[in-house]
């Protein structure tokens, strides 16, 4: 009864008690499962603090939607916990890019100037960013018939 309590309370204020896993660890992946559905977990790496949250984004198997305006698949925004924060969606098996963002004011928008990107990002693959935004080439990954995970590591530019 009182780990119930402790579950729901976590749930309701958006906080997650370190070493008491949930009731049932699939219920907060972003996504539906059953119907050939499987889990993948995706790791952002390499975070500088705990403030505000992670963006997670998963783009279909579509160049010409990945990162572009409503062009996602699904996304997730979970409490930023440093070094690591961890997301899972339910996918079909199949090819797919991923985005993230370290949204350290949790304004839920990318803060960037025309100089300097302010926040934390990072794609699959750690696909390159040296002269612009990655190819979708670069930053697709597949989803196995028994899910997966993948690691992304958060860069910053300062």
């Known amino acids: 009864m009182r780990r119930s309590l402790h579950h729901a309370l976590a749930a309701m204020l958006g906080l997650a008690f370190a070493g008491i896993p949930p009731a049932n660890a699939d219920a907060g992946c972003t996504g539906r499962s059953g119907g050939g559905a ?3 977990n995706v790791v952002a790496s390499g975070l500088r603090d705990a403030k505000g949250e992670v ?28 070094p690591v924060t ?8 199949g090819h797919y890019a991923a985005a993230i963002y370290h949204d ?10 025309l100089f300097s990107i302010k926040e934390g990002f990072g794609f699959s693959n750690d696909a390159p960013t040296t ?19 993948i690691t992304i590591r958060m860069r910053y530019s300062r």
């Open 131 to 149: 002269l612009g935004l990655p190819s979708f080439a670069d930053a697709r990954f597949p989803v196995a018939q028994n899910g997966g995970t």
């Open 55 to 82: 963006a997670f984004t998963i783009y279909p198997d579509d160049r010409s939607r990945f990162l572009a305006s409503h062009g996602k698949l699904l996304r997730a925004r979970v409490p930023a916990r440093a």
């Open 86 to 93: 961890r997301a899972c969606f339910w996918l079909k098996p």
């Open 104 to 113: 350290a004011n949790a304004d839920h928008d990318f803060n960037r100037t």
């Open 38 to 40: 499987v889990k993948l």
